[in-house]
């Protein structure tokens, strides 16, 4: 079971950190990742962390404002996001990958076993 949260509504150019906790033992072969769902529209990848290395990738929209991150002791994964903007309103997933992911290309949501509820990040301008 996955729980996500820090959703909530933020200025232009403001900061949020989501972090997502398992309740069970995230395996070291296993991946995780943050999508995000604005109204309208689909369920889009967004950053996905390795939990055997940390290895990470970003959509290029996430790239140099957002930073995924793991906490291998709280079975937590963490999106910090900073300078955000109005267009990354949406409901933010984490999700889990059971089998290996290397960090090193974007997942799909056909990649994912595990989804958490989202938790709503609402940027104003």
């Known amino acids: 079971q996955l729980q996500a949260s820090g959703g909530g509504l933020v200025q232009a150019g403001g900061s949020l950190r989501l972090s997502c906790a398992a309740s069970g033992r995230i395996s070291a072969n296993y991946g995780m990742g943050w999508f995000r769902q604005a109204p309208g529209k689909e369920r889009m990848f967004v950053a996905g962390?390795?939990?055997?290395?940390?290895?990470?990738y970003y959509t290029g929209a996430a790239k140099g404002r957002f930073t995924i991150s793991k906490d291998n002791a709280k079975n937590t994964v963490n999106l910090q996001m900073n300078r955000l903007k109005p267009e990354d309103t949406a409901v933010y997933y984490c999700a889990v990958m059971t089998s290996y992911y290397s960090g090193t290309y974007p997942l799909g949501r056909g990649d994912m076993n595990y989804w958490g509820k989202g938790t709503q990040v609402t940027v104003s301008s």
């Open positions: 962390i390795s939990w055997s290395d940390g290895s990470s």
